[in-house]
């Protein structure tokens, strides 16, 4: 098995091989747990907290910063564990889901801290209320708004016991991809908002 990859023929005979390679050590260990059968995770994929804090400068409070960093750390394993193997159903489905939730938790708090400064509590006390500012102000677009009010409405609908039908097969791809989406193009128009004026107001 080469050490480097170089073209997708070599790609296709060490996914092949590392494959059967994963497949085996599973088979050997079932549920048993063994440090000699422990995996390396591969380096490059899940970037460092410092670049998360880097580009979410304009938030105020450094504890929710941080965990802001800490929280996107966790949506590339989400994204990895999509992106470069091929778990399938309700496994699949449940990652699928806590990528959206996590979009969700992201903008709530990201809405929030951002507006605090300028608002009353009782006025940006609901996550709705927040985008609607939002959009009244001129930072983000209908557009964009409709997709925020989407995430939380998605995350909303997650709760066990409020659900009235089976998540098997009821999440995509493509909702989790959307959720992202809305949650980067909320983070560049505030950013360029902060880059334009100095604040966000």
Same mark, same amino acid.
């Given at each position: 098995?080469?050490?480097?990859?170089?073209?997708?023929?070599?790609?296709r005979?060490?996914?092949?091989q590392? @494959?059967?390679?994963v497949?085996?050590?599973?088979?050997?260990?079932?549920?048993?747990?063994? +440090?000699?059968?422990?995996?390396? *995770?591969?380096?490059?994929?899940?970037?460092?907290? %410092?670049? $998360?804090?880097?580009?979410?400068?304009?938030? @105020?409070?450094?504890?929710?910063?941080?965990? *802001?960093a800490?929280?996107?750390?966790?949506?590339?394993? *989400?994204? =990895?564990?999509? %992106?470069r193997?091929?778990? #399938?159903?309700v496994?699949?489905?449940?990652?699928?889901?806590e990528?959206?939730?996590?979009?969700a938790?992201?903008?709530?708090s990201?809405t929030?801290?951002?507006l605090r400064?300028?608002y009353?509590? #009782?006025?940006? %006390?609901n996550?709705?209320?927040?985008?609607?500012?939002?959009?009244?102000?001129?930072?983000?677009?209908?557009?964009?708004?409709?997709?925020?009010n =989407?995430?939380w409405?998605?995350?909303?609908s997650?709760?066990?016991?409020?659900? +009235?039908?089976? +998540?098997?097969? $009821?999440y995509?791809i #493509?909702?989790?991809?959307?959720?992202?989406?809305?949650?980067? #193009?909320?983070?560049?128009?505030?950013?360029?908002? *902060?880059? +334009?004026?100095?604040s966000?107001?």
């Amino acid at each position: 098995m080469p050490l480097k990859i170089e073209n997708d023929d070599q790609l296709r005979g060490v996914q092949y091989q590392v @494959s059967e390679g994963v497949q085996a050590i599973q088979d050997y260990l079932v549920h048993r747990n063994c +440090e000699d059968g422990r995996i390396k *995770f591969p380096w490059g994929y899940i970037r460092r907290a %410092n670049i $998360h804090l880097e580009r979410y400068f304009f938030i @105020s409070d450094q504890i929710l910063r941080r965990n *802001f960093a800490y929280a996107l750390i966790g949506s590339d394993v *989400f994204r =990895w564990i999509l %992106n470069r193997t091929t778990i #399938k159903g309700v496994a699949r489905d449940m990652i699928i889901k806590e990528n959206i939730c996590l979009m969700a938790q992201l903008i709530e708090s990201l809405t929030y801290d951002i507006l605090r400064p300028h608002y009353s509590k #009782k006025q940006i %006390n609901n996550y709705k209320k927040r985008t609607n500012l939002l959009h009244e102000a001129g930072i983000i677009t209908e557009k964009l708004r409709t997709e925020l009010n =989407w995430v939380w409405d998605a995350r909303q609908s997650q709760h066990l016991f409020l659900m +009235e039908i089976r +998540e098997h097969d $009821h999440y995509d791809i #493509k909702q989790s991809n959307r959720a992202v989406r809305a949650a980067s #193009k909320l983070r560049d128009l505030v950013e360029a908002r *902060f880059n +334009e004026r100095g604040s966000l107001m």
